[in-house]
């Protein structure tokens, strides 16, 4: 499966920003879907994620009550819907599959990966 991320860019602090994670193929409804981020000289982590049957989200507890997570099966797609953003949330964001994944905090319980998109919140 292919992935392209979309919908970063620049915003205040306080704004919102949804990112868009397109996949390709016809099997998207089985693969766990997630997202993470990888600030400048600190190591990618976990953000959100859902999974393959939708009836799970998951989220990293620095962005809890701020961003959704969502999945949209018809058009491939899985949005991160972040709110109430912070300048820590300043990042690289990529999203990640794994069919019918189960660790789902885990960039390694990612099989396939998608280009980043860069997320700036000034303050």
């Known amino acids: 499966v292919q992935l392209q991320a979309s919908g970063g860019g620049l915003v205040q602090a306080g704004g919102s920003l949804r990112l868009s994670c397109a996949a390709s193929g016809r099997t998207f409804s089985s693969y766990t879907m997630g997202w993470f981020r990888q600030a400048p000289g600190k190591e990618r982590e976990f953000v959100a994620a859902?999974?393959?049957?939708?009836?799970?989200?998951y989220y990293a507890d620095s962005v809890k009550g701020r961003f959704t997570i969502s999945r949209d099966n018809n058009k491939n797609t899985v949005y991160l819907q972040m709110n109430s953003l912070k300048p820590e949330d300043t990042a690289v964001y990529s999203c990640?599959?794994?069919?019918?994944?189960?660790?789902?905090?885990?960039?390694?319980?990612?099989?396939?990966w998608g280009q980043g998109t860069q997320v700036t919140v000034s303050s």
């Open positions: 990640a599959a794994e069919r019918y994944g189960e660790g789902v905090r885990s960039l390694y319980g990612y099989r396939y």
């Open positions: 859902i999974s393959w049957s939708g009836g799970g989200t």
